[in-house]
């Protein structure tokens, strides 16, 4: 069946414009996760939607980061006025998410964004 | 709070030699374990997972993990490796009550033929 998708796969922009990535999980998985992934830095956490709670935004590093979900699929994350430092590969992830965090998490291929 | 320690940045090995890549842990309660590797441009895939049980963990590509409760250790093995096998790899942890998985900063496995 189909996998985590993301979109897109490549973006630049410059610096103090707006973006938005979407992420399209895989079907029936109710919990959907994203990361940030810079150089070195590994994986780190933004943001956790299940089901119809509310979403964990423990992650998000500043308030220019948001992201949505809607109907319980499609999300899309929104970093406003983009600098620099925000330059990384954003994955997202779905799971099951049966309580317990045992269900393993599911990535996408990722969106790779460049501020100039 | 829970943390993952990949003390090596890279680990090398030659062909046809077992491999290692260690992972240390910390985390309040049981833990549940997790390895993903990824591909130059890729998603990251998963590759095992340890929530209890047998503490050896067979997973895909011929990969295995053993938990080491005592030691606070999930590293990663291969009995031979394969040129095919470089790759990033992470190591996970989460646990009872977290909702997130944390992640390791990752090791590069590097195999020449």
């Known amino acids: 069946g189909a996998g985590v998708s993301q979109s897109p796969s490549n973006k630049v922009t410059e610096k103090g414009k707006d973006v938005e990535l979407r992420c399209d999980p895989i079907?029936?998985?109710?919990?959907l996760y994203w990361y940030r992934q810079s150089l070195g830095q590994g994986l780190e956490f933004l943001i956790y939607?299940?089901?119809?709670?509310?979403?964990?935004k423990s992650g998000l590093p500043s308030d220019r980061f948001s992201a949505e979900r809607t109907g319980g699929s499609v999300s899309t994350l929104t970093i406003q006025r983009t600098q620099q430092e925000d330059s990384a590969v954003y994955l997202c992830?779905?799971?099951?998410?049966?309580?317990?965090?045992?269900?393993?998490?599911?990535f996408g291929p990722g969106t790779r964004l460049t501020v100039l | 709070a829970q943390s993952v320690a990949q003390p090596e940045d890279q680990v090398n090995v030659a062909e046809g030699n077992p491999l290692t890549v260690k992972c240390t842990y910390s985390?309040?309660?049981?833990?549940?374990l997790f390895w993903y590797v990824q591909y130059p441009n890729r998603g990251l895939q998963f590759l095992l997972k340890?929530?209890?049980?047998?503490?050896l963990v067979k997973g895909s590509y011929g990969f295995e993990a053993e938990f080491n409760k005592s030691q606070t250790s999930f590293h990663l093995k291969k009995p031979s490796a394969l040129v095919s096998d470089s790759a990033l790899y992470f190591c996970?942890?989460?646990?009872?009550?977290?909702?997130?998985?944390?992640f390791g900063k990752g090791t590069m496995l590097l195999v020449s033929p």
């Open positions: 985390v309040s309660g049981n833990p549940y």
């Open positions: 996970a942890v989460s646990g009872p009550g977290y909702s997130t998985l944390t």
């Open positions: 079907s029936g998985h109710t919990a």
């Open positions: 340890y929530i209890t049980g047998d503490n």
């Open positions: 992830a779905s799971s099951l998410a049966r309580r317990g965090l045992t269900d393993t998490q599911y």
């Open positions: 939607f299940q089901g119809n709670s509310a979403p964990d």
